[in-house]
């Protein structure tokens, strides 16, 4: 498929700037990629044709974040559930249970991945993809989370930095050290690094001021009744 609107000539090419001969050639319009396999005119169109997860509301998110990514590292995309074995559950609360699974990303590689349930998916779809695009807000904002995409019930990778988070935008409202995880790479030389995860009850800055209120596990607050 040709994408016309992505072939009209460099004049017309809002991202000539970011065009490298390093990144390869794009198959679509033959000009050189905007990064590394990935051509910014031609791949968030091309990437959003030919599937559905059959929940419109569910395709139209995931589209809507497609449109935007910049590189090919920051794609989501909807995860057929085939695509994935579950080999454990490692994590449960009151916002969703998180599994450890394969993922198998094509034919040769198979990649470990966190699968996390989302509250309410049975409900409206509004309710649970509010999660979802807090994860996905942070991640254009540059955090180091990988957010892989949705399958019918959950969602990739759940791990988060803080820091991004209030970059984006956002107070995470349930800081216990359930939601601190820790990674190492398999490399001797390489550091251990550690995540903030679960956005279950994330708030934009604006709704946190203007509601009141205890969010989250406070364990030192003992229970009283009046």
Partial sequence: MVFESAINGNENDAFAFKRQYWHGKCSNCNRFNTSANWCQSCDPYRITQEWTSG?????????????????????????????????KEIGKGGFGTVFLANFQQNTSQSIKVALKTLPGSKKKSNDFLSEFKSHMHCRLSGSRLEVYGLTHTETKEHMMDLIKIHEAGYIHCDIHCGNILQHKEDSWLSSLKSYIADLGLSRKNEEHILKSGIYGVMPYIALRFY
């Fill in 55 to 87: 929940n419109k509301d569910i395709d139209d998110c995931i589209k809507e974040f497609q449109f935007n990514a910049t590189e090919h590292r920051k794609v989501t995309e909807w995860i057929p559930f085939d695509k994935l074995n579950i080999i």
